[in-house]
């Protein structure tokens, strides 16, 4: 089973990436479970055009210990299964506490199994990797950690963190780093004077022996379907851009699986 944790800092286009490999991986014929671990509930978004679904932390509060894992997960584009864990109003409680009782509620309810799911993809808050926000990296949740980065000091520097927390469940036999994409955010063309400028990404994936597995350059349709909440592959389904996502599903699946 493909299991992955997904990380990155903030607009670094993480949860878009992430919904079209989920969708990338459905167009192959794999039963996928995207998991958005934001208290903002947004992760699943482009795979539910025009709705939002109900957070499972929110469930949890209102049925109190009747909720059925039908109500908890919602079906979406290419049959793609979505669940949001949310979290606590915004300045009160421990949003990474809610996603742990989340992710146990599944573990409870074999969500994994009743729905054959063989890719599951955990979509985590931007850069925060405490106790909480970790919990797909240990516990069985997740064999690998894939990070995204923009091609941004910030980013890159937040995507450094990220596998140092990554490396600590490592020696402990918990998730491993996958490696790196790098989603291109900018519309800057290289310049002449900048051309044999290191590459701070490449560097990092060398120092860690680990790989970065796509570049997303920058693109006009890829920016049109964020904004129409839609995904790429279903927006734009045969520009290369859509290919490329199909061949880093095949890719991951045929690795990590």
């Not at 109900?54 to 109190?64: A, G, N, R, S």
């Not at 059925?68 to 421990?94: F, K, M, N, S």
């Not at 402990?172 to 955010?185: C, E, K, M, Q, V």
């Amino acid at each position: 089973m493909l299991k992955l944790a997904i990380y990155g800092k903030g607009g670094s286009g993480k949860s878009t990436t992430t919904a079209n490999l989920a969708y990338a991986l459905a167009l192959q014929g794999h039963k996928v479970l995207q998991i958005g671990c934001d208290p903002k509930a947004d992760s699943t978004l482009a795979l539910h055009p025009g709705q939002q679904i109900t957070p499972v932390l929110e469930l949890l509060q209102t049925k109190k210990g009747t909720l059925t894992l039908d109500q908890a997960v919602h079906q979406g584009e290419q049959g793609i299964y979505c669940v949001e864990t949310g979290g606590p109003i915004p300045g009160l409680g421990c949003a990474g506490r809610g996603i742990a009782m989340v992710l146990e509620y599944l573990k409870q309810q074999r969500a994994l199994e009743v729905l054959g799911i063989d890719c599951v993809l955990y979509d985590v808050l931007g850069d925060v990797v405490c106790g909480g926000f970790a919990q797909p990296m240990h516990r069985g949740y997740a064999k690998h950690v894939l990070i995204i980065t923009s091609n941004e000091p910030m980013s890159i520097y937040a995507a450094r963190n990220i596998s140092k927390a990554v490396q600590n469940f490592q020696a402990r036999s918990y998730a491993s780093l996958a490696g790196f994409i790098l989603n291109d955010r900018s519309l800057d063309i290289e310049q002449p004077d900048c051309a044999h400028s290191p590459d701070p990404l490449t560097d990092l994936a060398t120092t860690l022996q680990t790989k970065i597995w796509a570049h997303i350059p920058y693109s006009h349709e890829w920016r049109l379907a964020e904004r129409s909440g839609r995904c790429l592959l279903q927006a734009y389904p045969d520009i290369p851009l859509a290919q490329t996502f199909k061949d880093l599903a095949a890719e991951l699946f045929a690795t990590f699986n």
